[in-house]
Nanobody
Framework: VQLQASGGGLVQAGGSLRLSCAES????????MGWFRQAPGKEREFVAV????????YYADSVKGRFTISRDNAKNTVYLQMNSLKPEDTAVYYC???????????????WGQGTQVTVSS
C-alpha cells in the first residue's frame, strides 16, 4: 500500500483547503482511512477516520464541524475538506490506512508522506 498525500499549502485564517490522499494499489476499498497531523514540537494526533464505504466517520473534537472526511473508492482517494481554518491547525497532515477503525496511531500500518498546512493569522 502506497499513499500519496497532496493539497497542503499556506492559507489565511478562516480559509479552506482540501487535502487528497491517493492509494496506488488495488486494495483501497478494503482499508479504513484516517487523517492525522503533527504540529512542530508536538506529537502526531488523530484528526478523522472513515470506514470502507464512508458510512462510518469520526472526528477529533478540535476539528468537528469544520473538517469533512470523504472517500472515492473508484478513484482510490480519501479527502479532507478543511474549512474555517485556524492558526492552530498548522501542521503536517498525514493520511494512513488501517484494517480497523481507530483513533490510535498504532493501529495504522501504512502512512503517506505528509503534506504541510500553514494557517496564517
Amino acid at each position: 500500500v502506497q499513499l500519496q498525500a497532496s493539497g497542503g499549502g499556506l492559507v489565511q485564517a478562516g480559509g479552506s483547503l482540501r487535502l487528497s490522499c491517493a492509494e496506488s494499489g488495488r486494495t483501497f476499498s478494503t482499508y479504513i482511512m484516517g487523517w492525522f497531523r503533527q504540529a512542530p514540537g508536538k506529537e502526531r494526533e488523530f484528526v478523522a477516520v472513515i470506514g470502507w464505504s464512508g458510512a462510518y466517520i469520526y472526528y477529533a473534537d478540535s476539528v468537528k464541524g469544520r473538517f469533512t472526511i470523504s472517500r472515492d473508492n473508484a478513484k482510490n482517494t480519501v479527502y479532507l475538506q478543511m474549512n474555517s481554518l485556524k492558526p492552530e491547525d498548522t501542521a503536517v497532515y498525514y493520511c494512513a490506512a488501517s484494517g480497523r477503525a481507530s483513533t490510535r496511531l498504532s493501529e495504522y500500518g501504512y502512512w503517506g508522506q505528509g503534506t504541510q498546512v500553514t494557517v496564517s493569522s
